[in-house]
């Protein structure tokens, strides 16, 4: 009987959500406007790490003359790693991607990643605010499969993190950390159920 006790409540505690915690809150999103990267064109040393494979190289971050924005990675001798596009109407293009990324989860994950960082239109719609008890406030956003989170202080004057989570739990974390205008100077993506690590470091204007 202790034993099955114990299983029951190991059961209960792993399906238990992480953000059963947070309780209703008021606020408005709109606050998260000013942490919304300004991506006119960003130049970024990165490395990716995805389940024991590694690609390091230059990601280039574009808004073209039609709004779009263009997300080139390549090394450094210029070959692309792959090329995207976030167009206005909020529409995802596939340009070009390299045989070992071009398997359809690899680039959903990819596009959902740098839409979460990127603040992008499609992940932000329809939200809502709680808070724990130590005075963070999540403002989220749901979407097919979950929701995104964006974590500031109390008085949303730090974006703390982001998360894109299940209903229980966070299963992806990232950061945006020194912007300079309007661009964060470091970015980190981690996927907290496999190996799948982005890390983004901003080149120095005269490099651009």
Known sequence: MRYLLISMMFLF??????????QQATGNSNCLEKFKPVFTRALYYTQVNVTGKHLSGLLLIKQMPDSSTRMVFSNEAGYKFFDFEYTQ?????VHQVIDQLDKKPVITTLR???????????VMQNGFVKKDSSGLVYYGFPEEKGYNYYITDADCSKLVNMERASNRKAVVKAVMKDYRDGIPDTIGISHTGFQFDIGLKRLEQDNL
């Open 13 to 22: 505690s792993a399906c238990a959500s992480q953000y059963r915690h947070l």
């Open 89 to 93: 109407t909020g529409d995802f293009k």
């Open 112 to 122: 959902k990643d740098f839409e979460l960082v990127m603040m992008h239109a499609n």
